[in-house]
């Protein structure tokens, strides 16, 4: 399959922990992860094996098993409220794959 | 500060065309692939075109091949996206978006720029 398939939304309690996944036959390497609050352009918070661009805060991480990535976030906090995306792409640009987007409420 | 600015996006019938352009600054363009994708309004995001750094290799999404065409001037940092025979269902949220060389990662995306498709 060619697609990423994510959960459409996902609610979290304020300070607790949530997992938001993304599953598909591009996951058996590593998705990388967006976050997009309303208006703004994406923002890569994870990529790769586990790793974070400068200015992303530690609670947020990465990982996968199997054909399921997952975007972790330890202490959600009221500023993560957003949409999060995975993607795939192949690095000549040949392949390129999103998923459909969770939309994470912080209660 | 990398930025990635989108412009030429507007309001225009279907079956003409448009051109949006993506003006780099705060790093060196040739040394990067770009991409556009695009955003239906409370969508999800969908890949639109690739161009390779030195404009070797170019792609596209199956719904756009034959009626977009993407391009880049390096010496002038810009990238660009002509898009012709435009449709209702083009319209979106354009971004353009660094992808690091060598990886799949789109480490930075412009602002985005509107297209609207409507009769």
């Known amino acids: 399959s060619s697609e990423l398939t994510q959960d459409p939304a996902v609610s979290v309690a304020l300070g607790q922990t949530v997992r938001i996944t993304c599953q598909g036959d591009s996951v058996r390497s590593y998705v990388n992860w967006y976050q997009q609050k309303p208006g703004q352009a994406p923002l890569l918070v994870i990529y790769?094996?586990?790793n974070r661009p400068s200015g992303i805060p530690d609670r947020f991480s990465g990982s996968n098993s199997g054909n399921t990535g997952s975007l972790t976030i330890t202490g959600a906090q009221a500023e993560d409220e957003a949409d999060y995306f995975c993607?795939?792409?192949?690095?000549?640009?040949?392949?390129?794959?999103f998923g459909g987007g969770t939309k994470l409420t912080v209660l | 500060e990398v930025q990635l600015v989108e412009s030429g996006g507007g309001l225009v019938k279907p079956g003409g065309s448009l051109r949006l352009s993506c003006a780099a600054s705060?790093?060196?363009?040739?040394?990067?692939?770009i991409n556009w994708v695009r955003q239906t309004p409370g969508k999800g995001l969908e890949w639109v075109s690739f161009?390779?750094?030195?404009?070797?290799?170019?792609y596209y999404a199956d719904s756009v091949k034959g009626r977009f065409t993407v391009s880049r001037d390096n010496a002038e940092n810009s990238v660009y996206l002509q898009m012709d025979n435009l449709r209702v269902d083009d319209t979106a949220v354009y971004y353009c978006a660094r992808q690091q060389y060598g990886s799949g990662i789109f480490d930075y995306w412009g602002q985005g720029n509107l297209v609207t498709v409507s009769s």
């Open positions: 993607n795939f792409a192949d690095s000549n640009g040949r392949y390129v794959v």
């Open positions: 161009i390779s750094s030195t404009s070797t290799y170019t």
């Open positions: 705060g790093f060196i363009l040739r040394s990067y692939p």
């Open positions: 790769g094996k586990n």
